[in-house]
């Protein structure tokens, strides 16, 4: 890390090398205009309105106009845009999100979610939350590093907050209607207005559906589509101007087939007297052969009343909220097609196949296929109640500001499972078979926390904050499997445990306001992950309880918030260093003469360093470039003990699973008026990454090549400010980039969308 050591005397430097790429020069200050200074961000990454450039946290805001400009519409769209942030979705359900390297794929019930995801401050607890488009929000914000004290649910990687517009007693409305390529059509828009003098209404809609990006040869079906529907209705009642309520619900539906499975490598390991797939590796990365077009049914919705009372010394804040959560997963994740007719049956109980290598689809023979084939049918229900009390308020002269509060949730989760699964690999079995397999896992929790923060301000320029946390986490588990061989003999369990975990979780930040455009914070802060169980893929009983250890992050951060040039240039940087104890972490273990399993470890310690920096510059009053730069060194450092070919690994010294080492990004944006007197607006966004190691194993099979984007689009806004039209298009220069990755012998990939472009339309009234 000496390299990267960030010293406040070289901040100068650092600004005038990255403004000088950018075509800037700190000494053309007197040929700049006042006029257009950049405009003050407002986060409440803290629970309270603050200055983004006087916030002493890694955190990254993006308005609901920047998200438009952008196009974004999910939590994919920021990968590559903010510093560290990395989404690699299986499937809806399962988005695997990570920041610094640090986060969790969900893969059964009794674990937790690594990264937080909160809606106006409620904890979204399970990874479908993550499917939903993003869709009249006022600006998302991304905390990087653990958020141990103030955020509901402790959480260790990082956390993600949607801030939805509120009603307002202004009467507004907007439609957006787009269409594009693969049949898009899309439509957005809301109204909002007084419904009387106390009382405000808005509600909210999204809608888009798409046709699929890739084809299943077997069933003549396009695949990889998209169709979802969002609504929001909220409800804000100000009695008088120290009490206000609003009350709010929503539904997200979406109704698609499954992401498409690509064989990308067959193993060569296998010799064809062994079935090696060689012979069906895809010659199109998004067309093939495939047993099932799969789907994806998600269905979430909830409510949740906040209020918000102003008394003489305090403010006190009530959130209270339900969550319901579906989804139905299916898909046969070898990414080919195998006939129902294959039994799993020898030629004369040897090793030598008939198959025809120029055979396809329908053939009957069962040695005409492929030897891997798992169709999964996953389900998961989840509901969840939270209540949360918070009080703020300032003392001693306003020389101390003050957060407590007290926060409870029960959450139950079911997730069922079953498999119908093919293996016709001889060096690992003594004959194949074609087997079904049924699993349950289940678990209660109950959450409850009390914490508390304050910040001493010593004079304008110095201050100290000081938090703390008391978590538990009490947990109720039950697993069930059921198990025919086609050999005949049943398998299974139905096993139950219960766990109570708890932990305290400071945290200590010095600030220093420098001036007013220089802020600088070193902190200190812990976080907490309950422990869980697998269960999902447990062989026994026994196993199926074994729990897992809870996880445990000590980050140590430096940053500054800069400003330059009357604030025509602003530029972040932190430089962290974390410290994970009992890490919990996925294992895709590849059992010796058995089905693969999927299970959470705890490594002794891992750690996550590095620099991250973000910038925007204000070249001209039209021209404005931004970006962000994400240095990211993430390893595992303690004993990490999972099992390769039937055979102990330890993968102490491995690097961290999804942590590209440099991520980059950069935008550039246009704006100028018409002589009309109407405005046009050019952006270009382009987005790169190295390559990275998919799982904590590194083996090259599943290591990720380096990736980029370019996006870009141009609007027209009329003289009115009534209407407006754009143009885009995402992925331009059409890259195959890899989103996710699974390893059974052979590799099979997902990956994003290709070149994609449209238009829209906007009435704003």
């Not at 828009?189 to 890739?214: E, H, M, W």
């Not at 609504?231 to 087939?257: C, H, K, M, V």
């Not at 799993?344 to 296929?369: C, S």
């Not at 020389?399 to 079953?418: C, F, I, N, P, T």
Request: glycine residues 8%; proline residues 3%.
């Amino acid at each position: 890390m000496k390299k990267q050591t960030l010293t406040m005397k070289k901040l100068p430097a650092i600004v005038a090398a990255i403004t000088s790429g950018c075509g800037l020069s700190l000494m053309a200050a007197p040929a700049l205009a006042e006029s257009f200074s950049l405009e003050e961000v407002v986060v409440t990454a803290r629970h309270k309105s603050e200055n983004l450039q006087s916030v002493p946290i890694a955190v990254s805001a993006y308005s609901a106009e920047q998200m438009r400009d952008i196009k974004i519409e999910s939590l994919t769209d920021f990968a590559g845009r903010v510093p560290g942030f990395q989404i690699n979705s299986y499937s809806a359900s399962e988005p695997g999100i990570f920041i610094r390297g640090i986060g969790s794929d969900m893969e059964s019930a009794g674990s937790d979610s690594a990264i937080g995801l909160y809606v106006d401050g409620v904890y979204v607890s399970r990874g479908a939350a993550a499917a939903t488009e993003l869709f009249d929000l006022e600006r998302v914000e991304i905390l990087r590093g653990p958020q141990g004290t103030l955020y509901g649910k402790n959480v260790v990687g990082g956390a993600i907050s949607y801030i939805t517009n509120k009603p307002s007693q202004e009467t507004d409305a907007l439609v957006n209607i787009g269409v594009g390529n693969y049949n898009l059509m899309e439509a957005k828009g809301f109204i909002n207005g007084g419904l009387t003098d106390t009382i405000a209404g808005r509600v909210s809609f999204a809608s888009k559906q798409r046709d699929g990006i890739a084809t299943n040869l077997h069933t003549g079906n396009d695949v990889d589509d998209k169709s979802q529907f969002s609504i929001r209705g909220q409800l804000a009642f100000n009695p008088s101007d120290d009490l206000e309520i609003i009350w709010s619900a929503d539904q997200y539906r979406q109704d698609t087939s499954a992401p498409w499975r690509s064989l990308t490598i067959a193993d060569t390991s296998i010799s064809e007297g062994d079935r090696s797939d060689k012979l069906w590796e895809a010659t199109d990365p998004r067309s093939g052969y495939n047993t099932l077009d799969g789907k994806q049914d998600v269905d979430l919705k909830g409510t949740a009343l906040t209020v918000n009372w102003d008394a003489e010394s305090f403010t006190l804040t009530s959130i209270t909220a339900f969550r319901d959560n579906q989804y139905t997963m299916i898909d046969n994740a070898a990414g080919t097609y195998v006939s129902p007719l294959a039994n799993g049956a020898l030629d004369d109980n040897e090793n030598n196949w008939d198959y025809d290598e120029n055979a396809g689809p329908p053939l009957e023979h069962p040695h005409d296929y492929p030897s891997l084939e798992w169709n999964q049918n996953k389900q998961e229900d989840s509901e969840q109640f939270s209540q949360e009390f918070r009080f703020t308020g300032t003392a001693f002269n306003d020389s101390l500001d003050w957060l407590a509060g007290v926060y409870y949730a029960q959450e139950k989760v079911e997730r069922a499972e079953v498999v119908d699964f093919y293996f016709d690999i001889h060096s690992w079995y003594q004959f194949a078979n074609r087997d079904d397999e049924h699993n349950t896992t289940s678990v209660d929790t109950t959450s409850y926390a009390a914490f508390a923060q304050g910040s001493w301000h010593f004079n304008d320029q110095w201050s100290l904050t000081v938090g703390l946390r008391y978590s538990v986490d009490d947990k109720d588990f039950r697993a069930t499997r059921d198990w025919t061989h086609d050999w005949g003999y049943p398998v299974g369990y139905d096993a139950t445990d219960s766990e109570k975990w708890n932990a305290t979780t400071p945290n200590a930040t010095l600030n220093f306001q420098a001036t007013d455009d220089l802020f600088f914070y070193l902190t200190a802060s812990k976080g907490y992950k309950a422990g869980g169980w697998n269960g999902e893929d447990a062989p026994d009983g026994e196993q199926a309880v074994i729990s897992y250890d809870p996880e445990y992050a000590t980050n140590f951060e430096l940053g500054a918030k800069t400003q330059w040039l009357d604030n025509r240039v602003q530029l972040n940087i932190a430089v962290f260093n974390t410290l994970y104890e009992d890490l919990q972490t996925e294992q895709f273990i590849d059992q010796e003469g058995g089905t693969p399993i999927i299970v959470t470890a705890n490594a002794e310690e891992a750690e996550s360093k590095g620099v991250e920096i973000e910038f925007v510059a204000r070249i001209t009053e039209g021209f404005t470039l931004s970006g962000s730069y994400g240095y990211l060194d993430a390893e595992i450092t303690g004993n990490l003990w999972t099992e390769i070919d039937g055979e102990p690994a330890n993968l102490k010294g491995n690097k961290l699973r999804r942590a590209p080492e440099n991520s980059f990004n950069l935008a550039a944006q246009y704006d100028w008026m018409l002589s009309s007197g109407g405005l046009v607006s050019a952006r270009v966004d382009y987005r790169k990454q190295d390559e990275f190691f998919f799982e904590n194993e590194n083996y090259l099979i599943t290591q990720i090549d380096a990736q980029d984007s370019v996006d870009a689009s141009i609007k027209f806004v009329t003289v009115s400010e009534k209407w407006e039209l754009r143009v885009w298009g995402k992925n331009l220069s059409d890259e195959l980039n890899v989103v996710n990755v699974t390893e059974f012998r052979n590799l099979y990939s997902t990956y994003g969308d290709p070149r994609t472009y449209g238009a829209s339309v906007t009435w704003l009234y």
